[in-house]
């Protein structure tokens, strides 16, 4: 007859481990299954009129990059729209550019930040001129290197303006491209993108991502723009998400349709140096969301260091029960996160072949460096001078 000993330092490291699993379980199904099963619903019939839309981009020495994407932009199928690009002292022949885009376009206007400002961060300033410029209730922002990957882009950010929405966040990443940089560039995007979209859709909408965003200029103006943030150099769009976003005013934007995307970082540095100025604006994050996400990501790597530990020791004491139980509770993860990873990943027409798990192992890893990378760096290099 078997026996279990309950007692046992196998039974303490499987329980454990049983206790980072099902915090783990909570997580997938209650959390990163949402976003599956949001694009997995029925279409549903656009709204018979819709809205008109002031397309807001701030420029700043974007050069040949601009004159190819905003015409995606500028040639929209969507019946009433305008975009505005702010031109940030471009040295560059961002101005030639625009005016020749000018006379193609009509709906097409553009200004520039004068030399004599200073008072705030150039790219709110950009943004908060834009807005102000703009004639419609609806602003969408994005950027100059972003291009929507359908001419029905804007349609299907309008479909979720309804009269009870005051935002509507989007999915963007970046291009496909060779080289496990890049990949892992794409890869840290996604999940990035797939947390605080399936956090939308659990109720508890905490930023956005100026690629591909839409709020109301009405909300934005009784929020007094970026007031309550002006010293920090960025965080125009996630801080301004992040005070005014609600269970009940913000949606999500589904359907491959809605996505843009932009080109990877060409240096690691700069891109090391994104998620270090994410990390800085993330302090200012508030509400549950934040919490909710590190303790998510804490629970994954406990759950990885409990579960090695737990088998090692299981093994060693020939004790396969506690074995097979913590050999249970890594299989059940795996594939219950690669399920909902992967179709995640395959609504938002990303193709990551095996790289997922090994991202999802080294996750909390990567977090640990940043933290500690976030400790020692000169926090007023992110705040305005």
């Given at each position: 007859?078997?026996?279990?000993?309950?007692?046992s330092l196998s039974a303490l490291a499987t329980g454990v481990c049983g206790v980072f699993f099902l915090i783990q379980l909570f997580y997938i199904l209650g959390i990163?299954?949402?976003?599956?099963?949001?694009?997995?619903?029925?279409?549903?019939?656009?709204?018979?009129?819709?809205?008109?839309?002031?397309?807001?981009?701030?420029?700043?020495?974007?050069?040949?990059?601009?004159?190819?994407?905003?015409?995606?932009?500028?040639?929209?199928?969507?019946?009433?729209?305008?975009?505005?690009?702010?031109?940030?002292?471009?040295?560059?022949?961002?101005?030639?550019?625009?005016?020749?885009?000018?006379?193609?376009?009509?709906?097409?206007?553009?200004?520039?930040?004068?030399?004599?400002?200073?008072?705030?961060?150039?790219?709110?300033?950009?943004?908060?001129?834009?807005?102000?410029?703009?004639?419609?209730?609806?602003?969408?922002?994005?950027?100059?290197?972003?291009?929507?990957?359908?001419?029905?882009?804007?349609?299907?950010?309008?479909?979720?303006?309804?009269?009870?929405?005051?935002?509507?966040?989007?999915?963007?990443?970046?291009?496909?491209?060779?080289?496990?940089?890049?990949?892992?560039?794409?890869?840290?995007?996604?999940?990035?993108?797939?947390?605080?979209?399936?956090?939308?859709?659990?109720?508890?909408?905490?930023?956005?991502?100026?690629?591909?965003?839409?709020?109301?200029?009405?909300?934005?103006?009784?929020?007094?723009?970026?007031?309550?943030?002006?010293?920090?150099?960025?965080?125009?769009?996630?801080?301004l998400v992040n005070a005014v976003a609600k269970r009940s005013n913000t949606r999500v934007a589904r359907g491959a349709e809605s996505i843009v995307r932009l080109p990877?970082?060409?240096?690691?540095?700069?891109?090391?140096?994104?998620?270090?100025?994410?990390?800085?604006?993330?302090?200012?994050?508030?509400?549950?969301?934040?919490?909710?996400?590190?303790?998510?990501?804490?629970?994954?790597?406990?759950?990885?260091?409990?579960?090695?530990?737990?088998?090692?020791?299981?093994?060693?004491?020939?004790?396969?029960?506690?074995?097979?139980?913590?050999?249970?509770?890594?299989?059940?993860?795996?594939?219950?996160?690669?399920?909902?990873?992967?179709?995640?990943?395959?609504?938002?027409?990303?193709?990551?072949?095996?790289?997922?798990?090994?991202?999802?192992?080294?996750?909390?890893?990567?977090?640990?460096m940043r933290y500690v990378q976030y400790l020692f760096c000169k926090k007023e290099d992110f705040m305005r001078r």
């Amino acid at each position: 007859m078997i026996t279990i000993d309950f007692t046992s330092l196998s039974a303490l490291a499987t329980g454990v481990c049983g206790v980072f699993f099902l915090i783990q379980l909570f997580y997938i199904l209650g959390i990163y299954s949402r976003l599956h099963r949001y694009f997995s619903r029925k279409p549903y019939t656009e709204p018979v009129d819709l809205p008109p839309i002031s397309v807001i981009i701030v420029t700043k020495d974007s050069g040949e990059i601009l004159n190819e994407n905003l015409p995606a932009i500028l040639e929209q199928d969507y019946p009433l729209f305008e975009v505005i690009v702010i031109n940030d002292k471009s040295a560059g022949e961002d101005g030639v550019i625009l005016k020749r885009l000018s006379d193609r376009y009509p709906n097409l206007y553009h200004t520039f930040i004068p030399e004599t400002a200073r008072y705030v961060s150039q790219k709110k300033l950009g943004v908060a001129m834009g807005i102000r410029a703009s004639r419609y209730e609806w602003i969408v922002v994005t950027s100059p290197f972003c291009r929507p990957v359908s001419p029905n882009w804007l349609r299907n950010l309008a479909r979720e303006m309804t009269p009870d929405t005051d935002i509507v966040l989007g999915y963007s990443n970046y291009f496909p491209k060779k080289g496990f940089f890049a990949r892992r560039v794409i890869v840290s995007s996604f999940f990035r993108s797939l947390r605080y979209l399936c956090m939308a859709l659990a109720g508890h909408p905490y930023m956005g991502i100026g690629y591909n965003l839409a709020y109301r200029k009405s909300v934005y103006q009784a929020h007094k723009g970026f007031s309550d943030h002006l010293q920090l150099l960025r965080g125009e769009d996630d801080l301004l998400v992040n005070a005014v976003a609600k269970r009940s005013n913000t949606r999500v934007a589904r359907g491959a349709e809605s996505i843009v995307r932009l080109p990877v970082p060409a240096f690691k540095r700069v891109w090391k140096e994104e998620k270090l100025s994410a990390m800085v604006t993330g302090y200012y994050y508030r509400g549950i969301a934040p919490w909710l996400n590190s303790i998510e990501t804490w629970t994954c790597g406990l759950f990885y260091v409990s579960w090695g530990i737990a088998l090692c020791i299981s093994i060693l004491a020939h004790e396969w029960i506690w074995t097979g139980i913590v050999g249970l509770f890594g299989l059940v993860r795996f594939l219950s996160i690669m399920h909902f990873f992967y179709h995640s990943a395959w609504d938002l027409q990303e193709k990551f072949g095996c790289l997922l798990p090994f991202f999802d192992l080294f996750r909390p890893v990567g977090s640990l460096m940043r933290y500690v990378q976030y400790l020692f760096c000169k926090k007023e290099d992110f705040m305005r001078r």
